[in-house]
C-alpha cells in the first residue's frame, strides 16, 4: 500500500511540475511572432501500438484523438491554418486490414469534425487535401459533407493531407496547366511560379505555405510532403511518438521556430 501510495505521489509531483513548465513556455511564446501555417507529419502511431502490445491500427485511433487535442492548441494559440498529414499514397501499400480499418476512422473523423460545435463556433474551414478519387465513396462523401458543412468559412483553415503525395501534387497541378495551355486559355511563356501555386490543392489557403513543419518520433526527413510549399519551411523533428505528443512538445516547437533567424535566401 505504501509503494502505490508513493508511485501515485510521484505521478501527481511529476504532473504539477509539467503543468507549471507549460505555463512558463507559454509566457516565452510571443503571440505576434507565430507561424501563419503550421503543417505537422504524425508520425509513430504504429509503434505507439507495438509499443503498448495492441494492433497497429489502434494507434491509428490514438492518434486521431490526439489531433484533436493539437488542433485545439493550434486554434487556441491563433494559429490561422494546420496541415494534417494523415495517409499518403504510398501508404496504400500497407496490410488491408490495416487500410480497411483506416478508411473506417477517416469516415468517422471526418463525420465528426463537421458536425462538431467548435469547428462552427470558430468558423473553422476544413478540406482534404490528396487524390481524394482513390479513396473509397464512403470516405469521398464523408470529406465532401465536411467540406460543405464548411465551405464558408475562413477564421481557421484544417487540411487534411490523405491519398497525399508531394511530387504527385506538382504532377496534377502540371496537368491542369497543360490542360489550360492545350485549350489556348493559357501562353507557355506566361507560366510563372504563381501560375503553379495557383494550380496546387492549397490554393485555397491565404498562406499556403507552412512557416513550419513538425514531425514526431524522431525521423528526419519529410517524406513527399508539400515539397513544393515547403521550400523556406523551418523544419521541427521531435523524438516522441505521435500519440504521446505534448503540448510542452508543440511550445517548444513554437518557441524554437521564434529563435530562429528566418533569411529566405537573401
Known sequence: MKNIMLNLYNKIKK??????????????????NL?????????????????????SYEGHYLGAEKAKEVLRWTRDLGIKVVTLY?????????????????????????YEIADDKDIHKY????????????????????????????????????NIAIAYGGQQEIVDAVRKIAEKVKKGELNPEDIDKETIDDHLYTSHLPHPEPDLIIRTSGEERISNFLIWQSSYSELYFCDVYWPFFRKIDFLRAIRDYQRRQRRFGK
Open 86 to 110: 494523415s495517409f499518403s499514397l504510398e501508404n496504400f501499400n500497407r496490410p488491408k486490414e490495416e487500410i480497411d480499418v483506416l478508411m473506417k476512422l477517416f469516415k468517422e473523423k471526418f
Open 123 to 158: 468558423k473553422v474551414r476544413v478540406k482534404a487535401i490528396g487524390r481524394i478519387h482513390l479513396l473509397p465513396k464512403d470516405v469521398q462523401e464523408a470529406i465532401k459533407y465536411a467540406e460543405e458543412r464548411t465551405k464558408n468559412y475562413n477564421n481557421f483553415y484544417v
Open 15 to 32: 504532473l504539477g511540475i509539467l503543468k507549471i513548465y507549460e505555463k512558463k513556455l507559454e509566457l516565452e511564446i510571443d503571440k505576434n
Open 35 to 55: 507561424p501563419k501555417h503550421i503543417a505537422i507529419i504524425m508520425d509513430g502511431n504504429r509503434r505507439t501500438a507495438k509499443m503498448l502490445g495492441k494492433k
